[in-house]
Structure formats: structure tokens, C-alpha cells
């Protein structure tokens, strides 16, 4: 009678398959099947105990990490008063469309779309009914392809289907002062006279935002110019002005510039760009302008206060970050540097959403 023999060491799966060991031992092989038997129990238990030492190893490091922070949205609820998408005459790394979806990931509140040579508020329009959930608004730059400081490209604009188009820039890349600082042409659109007052296009222009209760942005004025625009507006009844980027180059007003200019009833906009900017900057455009650190827009908030501004990236660029990942870093820098939660949504919502929808 043949005995009974038991390989323990050999595995079957569920299909009766054997895993490379014979179904019976070799003849004369019982003692060294016994031996072998102990011995790959002995060697299984050792690989078993190192195994499990590494585990725990494994599960000390971990605890010395603490986890991730919850996946919370620095920029939730705020609203970027300064973007700039495709399709534009300039390079632009995502569309309307691409950018209003990434700031609703993030769950922002809304866009300020900002082209220098064309209309925003029917790109407003689209945008909305394309990405329900997210507010999106649009306006009009004054530059040469809108006829310069023309009333009339006011007057469509805010006619506009949806009612989005509600802020109106003043000169920008074609501003006389931009034009002249960095020596891109003899002259631009002017926006005062030879007595530093409004010119009267500009006050016909100012009229219009007034009955409309449009947000009036100073563009790239001077701070000089910027002061006697924000005089003009306030004569024509505008309650909405904004001083663009008042820390960039061509702007760059003094802390007392900005305080007479919160002091007249405009707010001044705090931009993301302005960090990256400077001699070092890894875009060639952007070396030509001063780098603007958090430390010192963070100064200037505490020193005018967080109720006389706006928050916006004028981001959008080929080659730079993503609005939504430059409006965090902004919100994070700023942060950092002493501003508290509260004074962020100050400046990131209640005030820009009152400039937009109140």
C-alpha cells in the first residue's frame, strides 16, 4: 500500500494547477523531502518576520510625515478683476472657455476678461453660457483699434446681449505715457491736456460710465495723469474707478499717489504678474518692468488698507503660470506676508463685486 504524502509546500490554485513542484517526491526521497520541508518553513518564516519588519519601518517613516492639508481653494469665492485669454493678438496659453473651467475647479466667483485691442463683453456672454457657474465680465480697452478715447465704442460695448460689458480701460499699450516709457513711438492716445486736466474725449467718455455705472480703469496712465482721470470721473458722477496695476512700471505710483487716490474714491488694483516681473524674469517682455514683491504689496495694504483695493492676476501669458495657480500664489504670498484671510476677501470679492454687480 503506497502512504499517504502530503507536500504542504506545494501550491495549487483554485483551477487544481500545480505551481512548479511535482505531485509526488522523487523515490527514497521521504527524509529529504522531510528536511526540505523544515527547511522552507525555516526560510519562509525568516522572509516573513524581515518582511514585516519593513512594514513597520515603512509605517514609522509615514508617521513622521503629517498628511496633506485638505483640498481647500485659497482663491474660493474671490473674483480676478484682470485676465487675459485666447483668441488675442498676443500669445495666450488657454482660451475663455479653458479659463473660466480651471477658476470653477477652483471654485472662484468670477473673471474680468481684458483684451487690449478687442471687445470682451460678447466674450463675457459666450463664456457664461458655455461654463454655467462661474461669472464672467467683459469691457472695452480704449486703444488705437477701438478708435482711442471714442464714447461711441463705449456706447456699443455696454449694449452688449448680457449686460456683461461693464468695465471700460483708458488708454493701455497705446497710452501716450506707455508709448513714451519705453520708447515705443513719439506719442500715443492722450488722455490730459497741456494743463494735466482730462482732455474733453475723455470726460464725454466719463459721462457715459457715469449714466451706466460702469467701472472706469485708468489704464497705463501716469500717476499724474491717473489722478486728474480719477478728478474727471468723480465730476462726472462715476463711483467706480480703479487705478490699473498702480504698483507696475509704467504706473508705479508713489504710497502717497495711492492714498490720494483711495482718498478721491478709487480703488487700486494688486495684480499676480508683478512678482514675476524684473530684470530676472524668465519671459524677455517682462524684464523691461519692476518686479513688485509680496512684501511690498502687502505693505502698501497695510498702510492704505485692504478697503481701497482690488485683486486681479493679469495673467494668461504663454510661458506663465495659469490665472488660477498665479491667483493662488498671489493669495498665499500675500498671506505670508501678514494679510489676513478676512482682508483677502475684502480685496478679492466684496470690493470687486461691488464694483462689478452692485
Known sequence: MKPFILPRWRFTNCCGHNWGHPTEPAPGAAGATRREFFKTAAVTAAGLAALASEVKSAAAQVRVFPPPPPAVSPIEGLIDFHTHCAPDAFGR????????QAYMVRKAEAVVLKNHVALTADRAWLARKHNPGIKAFGGVCLNGPAGGVNPEAVQWMWRMQGGFGRVVWLPTFDADNHVKHFKDAPEGVKVVGADGKALPAVREVLKVCAQQKLVVCTGHASPAEALAIIEAARDAGCDRIVVTHAEFEVVNMTVEQMKKAASMGAKLEIDALGVLMGPQAHLPFMRHWRHVSYKESAGHIKEIGAQNFVLGTDLGQTGNPSQPDGYAMLVSGL??????????VTMGREVAGKLLMG
Not at 498671506?335 to 483677502?344: F, H, L, V
Open 93 to 100: 496659453a488657454v482660451d475663455d472657455d479653458e479659463s473660466a
Open 335 to 344: 498671506m505670508a506676508e501678514g494679510i489676513s484671510r478676512e482682508q483677502i
